[in-house]
């Protein structure tokens, strides 16, 4: 049993509190249309490409089994290049190696009252080896977890009862228009958001304003009627729309097609949230 | 920034004043050499003749001013008299004297008034070249104040009461206003340059200005005021300073330092200190230099204020651990109360204001060419363990140490009679600084040091460990620049790296340094002084690097070194938490000749308060780990160009958001531009 890693940013300081390592892990089960991180919705092995600088000498095509048409994870590609373009798109780590990792980093990111952030993709779309990792994780610093919420109840519960802080992302509340923009029936969203709710464990929600999609008025007020009344609610993080969220397309040879107007600024409606006195900051 | 202060910032930002200069070519180096004019004369008569061409200039919204009018300043030897000294002696900068750092606190006190008062007592018993020397003090004071005077009709006749009021003081006399003794260091400052001493540090302006500041503040002036005068004074430094010649890359070496300790050991930033950082902010101009003297006790404030600074992308501050440098230097036989005193110099190296004359650049000692020196050497083949191999570097960097002690420690400086007014006791002694003072210490850059550690490392590992290749292949692979031994190259440069906080590779790095160390205090210099040895590069990480052939962290013939003290060039990073403790975890409590670990992010990392608080935290964390000095860069528009064009040079540069991170080099060409266009409408 091994745990996909997209990614691991050292000194991340937008995803929790203090000076944080984020682990991403690779896998999702959302199919969100603004997703920013499509290198890490993947569940199966593949390699990418940079999309600058090729030579066109062809040396990845004439040696893949499938001449680059749809990647089988074989790697052949990754030696030939001249340039080092390709690389894997995630690695495999056992709970002790991804355990290791951050004991190097566990002293400097306690220091700067920070801890470790598992993010992704979908952490929750990991095997078991996640709570033996938080677990693990927990003895050592503060474990924040940025999930979806869409996972397994039975994961979901443990998960949260281990760590310290969950970010929890909430989106389009309207089911039919979820299923349209993320793929999901959201409805597994809100029953493990209100296990969440009847925890003791501390959570902000982090509301990515996608333009006239999420930051409606009617969205956002759904979102404040569900997330108020909360004990455990430290706080709404509301996220301007991500300008770089097609830049990394290119690199899974996938073209970024936003069904929505890129363009129009982000629209938070604090005062939304200040009528329902819910604490929120613009990150 | 009030309208006069725009209106004085616009005009040399956009160098509106550059009408007033003249290409004039004076040539006295003949006349001197022909005639035998004695050296701390031809300064002086320089001096006089460039005064004399110097025409007063101020535009109507000036209260501090002093524009350069010649160029071009002409040597005070000819080449053959230069060829002749060089025979003998290390012309080191051409032979004069330069980055070292004046006494502006006892002048701007006492007024030239006193020197020259000084300059009488010590003629009485004189003999005749401690006599030539002062009479060459004397006349080079009175240009000066020929040029303030001239400057001072000037004012009179353009109703510049102000600067009339203050020049009517200073700096024949001390000064006895915050204003009167910006004014005067203004016109030290300017001097100076004119009389060709170069890399003029400003030291520790916040220090010796604030019994001025504080007087003022009692008479009822505001800080509004000060802060007024402070950026009049700020933009005055780049005046002119298109005109003075680089160390580095257009660097000319106008630092100015702040903070740090008293005599006492306590804390000594102030409200002087905070405005400084201010004025800084909001002109964002290259000088005067920002150096941020810090320890792990000084409160988040203030590397706040400076991560601010880092966030204009201008390269500074630069921060020097007080908690290392002062116990290093005293270990290296400074005073205690000298030490607490450092300055930084030109570019990052240690050295005390008032009574120094260390020259901490003489020299570079080459670490990957130390490497490969042992690689070539006969005594490779039979080596049969690592330990044997390691014998040979440490007597290698023994070797080149001595290389570099004969070839720097006679150093020939012309005298400055000037620039010896402005040290402490040349008057009283009747002796020259270029001569000495009461430190005379020299200092050795440690350049590539990263590829020495990295090459270490893949020796150790493929040669000893793994038995990958052999020896032989290894030779011929260097020999080759890798042509025919791709695989070997890439086996070079995919091992473990310096930077990614792996200890058996970290160890390596501070055995190179310790053993750096110790080969300098072997030696000593002509004049009694020792030999420091540095983390530093400056250009020598071109220089060498272009000179040098391929080396055994896979790097190819020609290409550069590691800059300063940070990881190789193509260095692909874990992050920067593993690269600060793999650089703090050698001993640089050895290395006090300076020389920054340089990290650079992107700016999405300054971009809110919460980013700016967590970058300040990173670097007090560096301090925190004994580490001893610390460049942060953001990275500027021309850099991202850079990167598009050769990502191979950037390629740890992350853009970041809330949740998300991208690798520059990866991302899609449309959204680099669109990156480097939002850079130049950020902040």
Redesign the interface.
Known sequence: MSLKVF?????????GP??R??IFFSGCPLNCNWC??PEGRLFNKVT?K????CLRCNKCVDICPTKRKSCIGCEKCIDVCPLNLIRISYKEYTVNELTSLIL??VK??N??EGGVTL?GGEPLSQNHDLIELIYTLNKFTHVAI?TSGYGNKELFKEVINNVNLVLFDMKIMDKEKAKFYEGIDNSLIFENFEILKSSNTPFII?IPLIPRVIDTKENLEKIILKIKDSKNLLGV?L?PY???A??????INKKYEPLFDESIESNPYLDLFEKYNIKVRI? | MNKRIETIYKRILNKEHSFLRNDKKIDLANYFELNNVPYPIRASIRLKVLVQNETPFLFKEDRIGFYRRTKFIPPLLTKEEIKELSKNYNLFEGGYVTNISSDYESIIKNGFKNSLKEIENSLLNANKDETIELIAMKDSINSILELVSKYRDYAKSHDNIELLKALNVVPFNGATSFYEASVFLRILNYSLWLNGNKHNTLGRFDQYMYPYFLNDLKKGVTKEEIFEIIEELFISFNIDSDLYPGIQQGDNGQSLVLGGVDKFGNDAFNELTELCLKASLELKMIDPKINLRVSKNTPSKWFELGTLLTKEGLGFPQYSNDDVVIKSLVNLGYDLEDARDYVVAACWEFIIPKVGLDVPNVGALNFPKVINNVIFSKEFKDMSTFDEFLNAVKKEINKEVLNLVNQTKDIFYMPSPFQSVLMKDCIKNKKDCCFGLKYNNFGLHGAGLSNATDALEAIKLNIFDKHLFSKEELIDALTNDFIGFHDLQKTLSNSPKFGNNIDEVDTLATFLLHEFSNACSKHKNSRGGIYRAGTGSAMYYIRYGENLIATADGRNKGEPLSANYSPSLSFKSNGVLSVIQSFTKPNLFEVCNGGPLTLEFHDTLFRNEEGIKKVASLVKTFIYLNGHQLQLNAINKEKLLEAQKHPEKYPNLIVRVWGWSGKFNELDFVYQNHIIKRLEYSN
């Open positions: 990614s691991i940013e050292e000194f991340s300081i937008y995803d203090g000076i390592t984020t920013h991180s990418l940079n999309p600058n600088g190097k980093n400097l990111l220091l700067n993010s940025q982090r993080e996220l991500n300008k770089y097609g830049s990394k397309y290119a690199l990150l």
